[in-house]
């Protein structure tokens, strides 16, 4: 695993009001002014500022990363950021604690081991599967869907398995390196 992951969260409300009040949250530590100043603060939020404006002590918590963007989605507040090793569960849950009517879903991506994770199993909010060349990303929330996507890439029918369309990509794909080769990843599903 490397030093620094990517990480999405997905937090999704139920009660807007919490939402807004989760929002401004970030955007109460995005724009403080004594942080204007330092250049370490441009781009980044850390999260034990966030996690204090929410009412916990964040000596008391694993907190390592920072923010490096936020948006409203409807009833969906998006943040991306970038973490110290893993996916912060500790910030999470002081998400969930503090607002209830708020469940936060993720997404972690390690690219340079290749690793990729989610707490989404209903692929609701992430998707389980895409596919991946140089040049485009394509998502699919179940394997039925990336095997109708792998069957059109490689115009042949593909069964609906991680294997056979790993296999039928390869087989298709042999012999050409090109830049839009599709390979197939899957996240695992973590129930944490």
């Not at 607002?99 to 389980?128: A, R």
């Not at 069964?159 to 390196?177: F, H, K, M, R, V």
Request: proline share 3%.
């Amino acid at each position: 695993m490397s030093e620094f992951v990517s990480v999405t969260y997905k937090c999704v409300g139920s009660d807007l009001k919490d939402l807004f009040k989760l929002y401004e949250a970030f955007w109460t530590n995005d724009n403080n002014k004594s942080r204007k100043d330092d250049w370490r603060y441009k781009c980044c939020i850390d999260f034990a500022p966030i996690i204090a404006s929410l009412g916990f002590d964040p000596k008391q918590y694993e907190l390592h990363g920072e923010v490096r963007s936020y948006h409203l989605e409807g009833s969906t507040l998006v943040i991306d950021s970038v973490t110290g090793y893993c996916e912060q569960k500790d910030f999470r849950k002081c998400i969930e604690a503090r607002f209830p009517t708020i469940k936060v879903y993720y997404t972690l991506d390690d690219l340079f081991s290749d690793f990729h994770c989610t707490n989404d199993s209903s692929g609701n909010y992430f998707p389980t599967y895409y596919f991946e060349s140089y040049r485009n990303t394509i998502y699919c929330k179940t394997i039925e869907e990336a095997a109708t996507k792998a069957s059109q890439i490689t115009d042949s029918n593909v069964a609906p398995s991680a294997e056979e369309i790993s296999n039928a990509l390869d087989e298709y794909y042999q012999g050409y390196y090109g830049d839009d080769r599709y390979s197939l990843k899957e996240y695992e599903v973590r129930d944490d």
